[in-house]
């Protein structure tokens, strides 16, 4: 089956890392990817990761990928308020680009 | 390159009536999806087309249906709308759905239905 889970609600203070957490369960899974959405508006693909890989970084975020427990998490370092949002984790079957599964989402909240 | 396009952005209808809402993939993405999102049920997968067949359908009635034209856009209908359609639709395109790894969205419809 299919079910990507993620906690609803994130507080950090700017400047402080944030770390967002993803379980899924389809083991078939290729990508995993982490999107932004901001109010109103359509979501923004941040980074992916492929399942044979632990670690991807990209300038201030970092995905780990623990595909023994298929926890998946991304750490958004120095947070800014510009960073508040919400945060969906997707995962991805083989021999699709476009059909993802997504989590429920995190609302970052990033405070003065 | 101008990316994802949805139009309309907003849109207003009453229960009953039928909707066609439209997207643009990037220049050259052949392969377009639509996804349903709202409070309750999070993003869930309509459909999936590329080169205007559709290849996958997520589990929704039959009220719900899509097409893609030869220059790779695409439309999707909603007939007999009900309460509970009330919702952003979302419209994501990539290269090719087998090889590419990246699926990028367009900023949405959002339907209410009243």
């Known amino acids: 089956g299919e079910d990507v889970e993620q906690s609803l609600f994130l507080s950090v203070r700017e400047g402080d890392s944030s770390v967002i957490n993803c379980t899924y369960t389809?083991?078939?899974?290729?990508?995993l990817y982490w999107y932004k959405q901001e109010p109103g508006a359509g979501l923004q693909l941040l980074t992916y990761?492929?399942?044979?890989?632990d670690m991807k970084q990209d300038q201030r975020l970092t995905v780990l990928l623990n595909k023994k427990d298929k926890h998946l998490s991304l750490r958004i370092a120095d947070t800014q308020t510009g960073d508040s949002a919400i945060y969906f984790c997707?995962?991805?079957?083989?021999?699709?680009?476009?059909?993802?599964?997504f989590g429920t989402g995190t609302r970052l909240q990033v405070t003065l | 390159k101008a990316g994802v396009t949805q139009t309309p952005r907003y849109l207003i209808k009453t229960r009953g009536q039928q909707v066609t809402l439209s997207c643009s993939p990037i220049s050259g993405h052949r392969s377009v999806s639509w996804y349903q999102q709202t409070p309750g049920q999070g993003l869930q997968f309509l459909f999936e087309?590329?080169?205007?067949?559709?290849?996958n359908k997520g589990n929704f009635p039959g009220r719900f249906s899509g097409r893609q034209f030869s220059n790779s856009r695409s439309e999707m209908n909603v007939s007999t709308l009900e309460l509970g359609d009330s919702a952003l639709y979302l419209c994501?395109?990539?290269?090719?759905?087998?090889?590419?790894?990246?699926?990028?969205f367009g900023q949405g419809t959002r339907l209410t239905v009243v």
């Open positions: 389809d083991s078939s899974s290729t990508y």
């Open positions: 990761i492929f399942s044979n890989m």
């Open positions: 087309y590329f080169s205007e067949t559709q290849r």
């Open positions: 997707a995962e991805r079957w083989a021999g699709t680009a476009s059909k993802l599964t």
């Open positions: 994501a395109s990539s290269s090719n759905p087998t090889s590419n790894t990246e699926a990028f």
